[in-house]
């Protein structure tokens, strides 16, 4: 057969294929064309003979081509269609471009090497490429397809938004990339499984897995498996959803559930037409009604007579999206017993805000309220106590006033008009008596003073108490113009409290101070503030007689003294006095000393806003060179 029988032979078979068909020689010549190629490229017939490959190539890519050419000429092999990382186009007479898929074919005769090139238009594949790639980016999770080499081969835009990885980050690296390096020395084993054994497993169907962003952040993922074949082989398509919002409601909602299955509370939630949805135990509890006799009941079970209009009520106003708080009602147990109960109503809403049942928290208040009027019947006889106390305290005290005052009285008649008829001895008994009858007059007038004090609620208001201990003390340099005693009052301690009732405790305090300081010379007496619990806590201190702590117990005991009358006179009620009044404000007192060294009293007085600390002592041990030692 000769050369022109073989071409025509060729010819025949080229316009047989359905593809565009090219044959070229080695220098790239263009040897023959089928009908197919000229309607392609949209050349005429025989209008390709002569040219160039190249003529049919972009010129963005014409330079490059002949090298291209080369390689294949020096190792020529078949080359099917559609061969991966084969992105090719083609270049019309019109100078239109189409993306091209190309087969390559080496064949020799005796007039030399040749190349047939198969070439089909592959504008519709891309399109239905493009097209799915449109869908798989618009795939609500991120997908990832792996080889079985472990190679990420494509991404989704979810899988770069989640991970944070760019596309041309994650394409040709290892799927090990988006595992947290605590996993990566068995999750060779597990792709190694897969593709031996290649099936789709839906998402949720294993267990949740930790997945690695870009930035070495974690988060809980669940993953579907599918397998997929593909030019290159099997591949697996991987979709991971980011489960970590979920993990997390749903902790929080075994968290919610374990408190509402464990408190005492009764907790319920309703349909807006009073349908019972849920009855925790605490209901149980409270009510008596176990869950499966409660749930999809009406409510108003647990209604009494007469209070039919309270629950539609209540539920109109959770309507309106008001939240009730501590409704105080009667509610009916299952075994027929009224309780009190505090009310919490509060609307439900769905995921669009429309309101579509109540919650409800009930509290069982009936020991509560019997307390409190147990608390309330108390307080009305302690307040009838008190009003008989002090009717019987003036009562007595008037009753006693009146012999006092005819002994006093007839004690001076006799000392002043009978005097010669009586030996000094009956006149020193005269004299005693009048004393005594004298001190009885103050005890009398104490008793009365510390009754106020239980009685009197005190008022809150700010109070100078560097001026009252000023005037205290000058009261008491009047009332003994002889005495010497040097006095440290610092201006600006201030307290909140009830006037009166604490100038009372500083005229006690100080009074006492300055009486166990009459047996010294170089008596000091000081009013300070200190800090006691981080807390404002107010002193008197002295360097007098002092005490011995072993007997600090008696010391705020109405009638307890621990010094002799005739060394330091005194009712024995003032320390109980101070004690009452402080308490009265909800504060603490308490003394430091030693025998023959002074006596520092503290007090602290709640609420008591900010001091000027007329210089600090230690609260815990006193300070004896504050007292002159």
Known sequence: MNASQTTAQLQTLLDAVPDAMVIAGKAGKIVLVNPQTEKLFG??????SGKTIED?????????????????AEQPRVRPMGAPGTTLFGLRKDGSEFPAEISLSP???????????????????????????????????????????????TVNNQAETLFGFPREELVGKPIDLLIPERFHHVHPDHIREYFDAPKRRPMGAGQTLAARRKDGSEFLTEISLSPFEGPEGTVAIVAVRDVSARIAAENAQRHLAAIVNSTDDAIISKSLNETVLSWNPGAERVYGYTAEEMIGKPLSILVPPGRSDELPELL?????????????????????????????LSPIRDIAGNIIGASAIARDITEDKQAEEEL????????????????????????????????????????????????????????RMAAAAERMGHLIDALLGLSRVTRTEPRKERVDLSKIAGSVIENLRVASPDRKV??????????VGDPQLLRAVLENLLGNAWKFTSKRDGARIELGVTK??????????????????????????????????????????????????????????????????????FFTLPNTGPTEEGGEKNAGTGDPARRGQ
């Open 56 to 72: 049919l190539v972009p010129e963005r890519f014409r330079a490059a081509h002949p090298k291209h050419r080369a390689d294949y």
């Open 107 to 153: 064949f020799k005769t005796d007039d030399g090497s040749f190349t047939i090139a198969a070439i089909r238009d592959g504008t519709e594949r891309r399109k239905v490429e493009q097209n799915l790639r449109a869908l798989f980016d618009a795939a609500p999770d991120a997908v990832v397809m792996v080889n079985r080499a472990a190679i990420i081969t």
């Open 486 to 495: 040097d006095v440290v009052i610092p201006e600006g301690i201030v307290a």
């Open 376 to 431: 309330k019947k108390a307080k009305a006889a302690a307040e009838l106590a008190n009003r008989e106390l002090e009717a019987f305290s003036y009562s007595v005290a008037h009753d006693l006033r009146a012999p006092l005052r005819a002994i006093s009285g007839f004690s001076e008649i006799l000392l002043g008009e009978h005097k010669e008829a009586l030996d000094d001895r009956g006149q020193e008994y005269l004299r």
């Open 43 to 48: 050349y005429a017939p025989r209008e390709l």
């Open 316 to 344: 109109s106003e959770v309507r309106k999206g008001v939240s009730i708080e501590r409704y105080h009602t009667i509610r009916r147990r299952k075994d027929g017993k009224d309780i009190d109960v505090a009310l919490t």
């Open 532 to 601: 006691a619990d981080g807390k404002p806590a107010y002193f008197v201190t002295d360097n007098g007689a002092g005490f011995d702590m072993s007997y600090a117990g008696k010391l705020f005991a109405p009638f307890q003294r621990l010094h002799a009358q005739t060394a330091f006179p005194g009712t024995g009620i003032g320390l109980a006095t101070v004690q009452r009044i402080v308490h009265r404000h909800g504060g603490r007192i308490w003394a430091e000393s030693e025998a023959g060294k002074g006596a520092t009293f």
